[in-house]
């Protein structure tokens, strides 16, 4: 462990002290959102990233130790441990070296090297590694035998350049220089398989391609791997053929003799017929491994984007799953997302459909006193906004709301369970309504790899992907915290220290009991014991407690240090909460000890100002450009609204209105060059972009976010008409204010 301790701290760059604690917190069973938030004063206030990498790291050593272990113990038992062998294993510091080191003794099938030591020639392939300057025919001669399969001299060099080329295939040297070889001179090379030029067009890129192996980003690799996978293209990754015999020759070759010559022979067929396709395997391997960790750390950042965007917050909905033939769902939710209606209207059958349609909604928005209509922006979205729209309703928002994932839920067990009764075509209307309440407590609800977000999620590792995501998941749920009292099992689930069986016991506890009035109570939950609770309680709020601490995230460890400031100050904690003066006037150092820091202290004082306080943004309203409805209606050219969907590492899309994402390409993200696409857009954002391509045939959408300098100069004159409309009197105020609002409209 002090060696694991010693190597993390170097790799993360923090201190031993910092890996030693996190790791001892993390083996007694804390979570990284409770240790990154509630333990700062003994990690040195490490964020959830380190904690995470600190826990990540230590496992890959330990699996590499239990590795080494097992090869020692098999080199043992095999009776080939000696010293110098040992010592290269333990020093060994990857588990290629390690693997590298145990393949000539690892057991195999038969082979062509196996079979000519059976016939005794393994005498003949040491000689011939030694390379003396003697006649070759000569020696050769000593091991013809007729029994043993050795009737002449050819076959028997033959069998000895068999064992050499797998001495030099299983060579430890032999395989780091050609692996080395392949990782900086290698090459993808990507050809369409004859005949499948037509079917596998969305492979066009890649018909006839190369890219360095260095070079190739991640999206490409997993693009030509799932070309290659159905069938549309080949796949190779070589190096100079001639630098890997050059790099061996080198290695091997001690002279200029007839041996020398035999070895020679040997080295290129070890090349061709085993170190070649191992390494090109083991190359294959290593790159998608590093495109998956790529993809899946891009799929996270997008997830973690979405899941924490900003709440619309309660508020009385009229949500809208839309069809066209099938008509649209329709459902009323009060302020807690509780269905309180639904039904069907038709608005795009007929003009009867239609006048039935404007009556239903425009009674259920009087019925329900709706604040806001919910419109999913999957087919017939754009047609059913603006049927909506053109009722003219005042005073109710109508907002597009990306259903992705919708349907999954809809299908899911947990909508089955809340609503046994009810269509699949309902239950996503109602989810559809409540993700634009609040996104995060619907989208835990949904397999994260169904919310459409991520680069080839299916292509890459599960397990890795699962295990990133739920760490994700996690981190969003802890950092914004849930109220106890109407969270559902799938949100609590994701609390620190709970589970699906303790969420599950809690919401039981809470049907049969009525709502918690103070934190302490879930230590009467089944299952939730003292360490648990210490893990989840920071993370859970009541909302208006008696205690208001029970609504904000300080944990209930540091009730007795609020109430020590409260009475030193001659006041109550409502009072210190309602009061900036008096908690101005509190004095961090006089309350810290050996476990309580100035950290802890500063995070209490945040809470006090803002109990409870939620990290996410403010809820900004959003429309599309009107009149632009499907492909057909685009221009080159044009200046639109657009959501941003999904961000990629080669740039990222944009939902326009149009029933497809277009792409901005990298390039087309900004007027400066930037590496990474999340420098500049986040999921979810709201963004204004040009046309530049329309590929209806390929359905593709090419965008930019350069603006031209005529553009951004108008943009910048909103901001100075608003000064000057300020100054005005109220007559010519309305002027500006027309002005102001036509610039708005006009890149909106």
Known sequence: MISYIKKIAEELTISQKQVDTTLTLLDEGATVPFIARYRKEMTGSLDEVQVAAIRDRAEQLRELDKRRQAILKSLTELNKLDPALEKKIIEARTLVELEDLYLPYRPKRKTRASMAREKGLQPLADWLLEQPNLDVSKEALKFIDEEKGVPSEIEA??????????HINEHADARARIRRLFLEKGEFISKVIEGKEEAGSKYKDYFDWKETVKAAPSHRILAMRRGEKELFLTLNVLPPEEDALASLERLFLKNRSMAA???????????????????????????KKQADEEAIKVFAENAKQLLMSAPLGQKKILAIDPGFRTGCKIVCLDEQGKLLYNNAIYPHTGANGFTESKKLVVKLIADYTIDTIAIGNGTAGRETEEFIKNLQIPNVSIIMVNESGASIYSASEAAREEFPDKDITVRGAVSI????????????????????????????????????????????????????????????????????????????????????????????????????????????????????????????????????????????????????????????????????????????????????????????????????????????????????????SFGAFVDIGVHQDGLVHLSQLSNRFIKDPNEVVKVHEQVQVKVTEVDSARKRIALSMKMEDSVKKQEKRIPEVKKQSDKTSDKSKVGFQDQLNALKNRFS
């Open 261 to 287: 010559d035999q070895v020679k022979l040997a080295l290129a067929d070890s090349y061709k017929r085993l170190l070649k396709p191992s390494m090109e395997t083991e190359i294959r391997l290593f790159t």
């Open 157 to 166: 060099l033959a069998g000895a350049r068999d064992i050499i080329a797998e």
């Open 433 to 648: 309504g409540r993700r634009l309440m609040d996104p995060l407590a619907e989208l835990v609800k949904i397999d994260p790899k169904s919310i459409g977000v991520g680069q080839y999620q299916h292509d890459v590792d599960q397990s890795k992907l699962q295990s990133s995501l739920d760490d994700t998941v996690i981190s969003c749920v802890n950092a914004v915290g849930v109220e106890l009292n109407t969270a559902s099992k799938q949100i609590l689930a994701y609390i620190s220290g709970l589970g699906p069986q303790i969420a599950k016991n809690i919401v039981e506890y809470r049907e049969k009991n009525g709502a918690f009035k103070k934190r302490s109570e879930l230590k009467k939950i089944p299952r939730l014991g003292e360490k648990a609770y210490e893990q989840a309680a920071g993370f859970l709020r009541i909302h208006e407690a008696k205690n208001p601490l029970d609504s904000s995230a300080i944990h209930p460890e540091r009730y007795a240090l609020v109430e020590q400031m409260a009475t030193d100050l001659n006041c109550t904690i409502h009072d210190l909460i309602k009061e900036d003066k008096l908690r101005q006037q509190i004095r961090p150092e006089k309350y810290m000890n050996d476990s309580i820091g100035l950290p802890t202290i500063q995070d209490i004082l945040e809470q006090l100002a803002k109990p409870g306080r939620d990290p996410r943004q403010q809820f900004e309203a959003f429309s599309f450009t009107d009149g632009v409805n499907n492909m057909n209606d685009l221009r080159v050219g044009m200046v639109l609204s657009g959501i941003v969907t999904n961000i990629t």
